[in-house]
């Protein structure tokens, strides 16, 4: 089945198989060497990008659509993943404004307007993070592309995405401290500087180089190995591992680090 062919399918059936008017999108942060992205998607038939999303399949939770939904996107399994708000806005998704003639000229895709998916949608937020230098981006059947984005450069967004991807954002640098959000961005072994450089990336903001590791130490967060990584002449800093136990005790206490 071709593209087309497996659009044409969704709009006509799709509502055998996903639950009408509920969908979810994705917003999928990106993080590699002091640099945070976001995943955005060009959809076919409308000018602009908008989160990666889509339906929750009647045999699937709304977690394991989720899942299913960032890996379709990136090519990676079992990334981090929380769900972070509900948007249910009457006028979130304009339909009139898609472009039908830019799908094809002469198609089942006319019966659009009287589709399933015309109607007040309500969309399931959650946020993912990533090395993006990891990920292998695929749009879906109904995306033109799928690519990284500068966190600071995102343009006006379709529907509501800009308001997700800034809630998203939010949430994200809130559950930093009490998420084990880091953990799935850094190597099982690191030095000081990557970690604070993960806090201070995805914070957005300045942390104290001497006191926040050195805090996560003292706490028994990070434990210091007996090993060093050789990064230039007379430069070979000491490598650390997270205390997994210590390190999800904190979590639950809600332990700040800034």
Excluded at 168 to 192: D, G, M
Excluded at 227 to 236: F, L, Q, V
């Amino acid at each position: 089945m071709n593209a087309l062919e497996e659009f044409e399918d969704f709009i006509v059936n799709g509502y055998k198989t996903y639950i009408p008017h509920v969908c979810i999108d994705c917003a999928i942060f990106g993080y590699h060497d002091h640099r945070l992205k976001i995943l955005l998607s060009q959809f076919e038939g409308l000018d602009g990008l908008c989160l990666p999303g889509g339906y929750i399949k009647r045999t699937e939770t709304m977690d394991e659509a989720a899942s299913r939904i960032v890996e379709e996107r990136t090519s990676i399994k079992g990334l981090y993943l929380q769900q972070y708000k509900t948007f249910g806005g009457p006028d979130r998704v304009k339909f009139n404004d898609f472009d039908l003639d830019r799908f094809a000229k002469d198609t089942v895709l006319t019966k659009l307007k009287s589709s399933w998916l015309i109607d007040q949608t309500i969309s399931i937020g959650y946020y993912a993070i990533t090395d993006f230098s990891l990920s292998k981006p695929q749009p879906g059947f109904m995306d033109r592309s799928c690519d990284w984005y500068d966190i600071d450069k995102i343009p006006s967004l379709l529907f509501d995405h800009n308001q997700m991807v800034k809630n998203a954002l939010q949430v994200l640098r809130s559950q930093l401290y009490y998420q084990p959000i880091a953990q799935n961005l850094l190597p099982e072994k690191f030095t000081l500087t990557e970690i604070h450089a993960v806090y201070e990336t995805i914070l957005g903001k300045k942390l104290d180089i001497r006191n926040f590791p050195k805090k996560m130490a003292f706490l028994g967060l990070i434990t210091k190995l007996n090993e060093k990584r050789n990064i230039g002449p007379h430069r070979a800093p000491f490598l650390y591992t997270f205390n997994k136990k210590k390190y999800k005790k904190a979590l639950e206490l809600g332990v700040t680090l800034s």
